[in-house]
């Protein structure tokens, strides 16, 4: 199983990026995933998480920011990030909870490479 994270990139405080994670070699889908960063010098935090069903979270320092969305006959889940701050820099990582490949009923966590975006002010 393999995700692959992309779309970030340097961009101007006040600007818009679109993150995309797909998920590739799992016979199953996810049944949920989420998108987590990494600034300097920080601990790795929730941004925002997505069931298979639609339902979302966020963190509360994008909140009403950045938008979660998920396709799911694709297994890629989305972030749309508008009015970034420089506070939103870091490595920003997706996730996937998957349901054990050899049929068991246990799921299991699985990490993208993460993708890094920068927001100069």
């Known amino acids: 199983v393999q995700l692959q994270a992309s779309g970030g990139g340097l961009v101007q405080a006040g600007g818009s990026l679109r993150l995309s994670c797909t998920v590739s070699?799992?016979?199953?889908?996810?049944?949920?995933m989420s998108w987590h960063r990494q600034g300097p010098g920080t601990k790795r935090e929730l941004v925002a998480h997505?069931?298979?069903?639609?339902?979302?979270n966020y963190g509360d320092s994008v909140k009403g920011r950045f938008t979660i969305s998920s396709d799911n006959a694709k297994n890629t889940v989305y972030l749309q990030m508008n009015g970034l701050k420089p506070e939103d820099t870091g490595v920003y990582f997706c996730?996937?909870?998957?349901?054990?490949?050899?049929?068991?009923?246990?799921?299991?966590?699985?990490w993208g490479q993460g993708t890094q975006v920068t927001v100069s002010s």
């Open positions: 996730k996937a909870n998957i349901r054990d490949q050899d049929g068991g009923f246990a799921y299991y966590e699985y």
């Open positions: 070699g799992s016979i199953f889908s996810p049944n949920a």
């Open positions: 997505i069931t298979n069903g639609g339902s979302t």
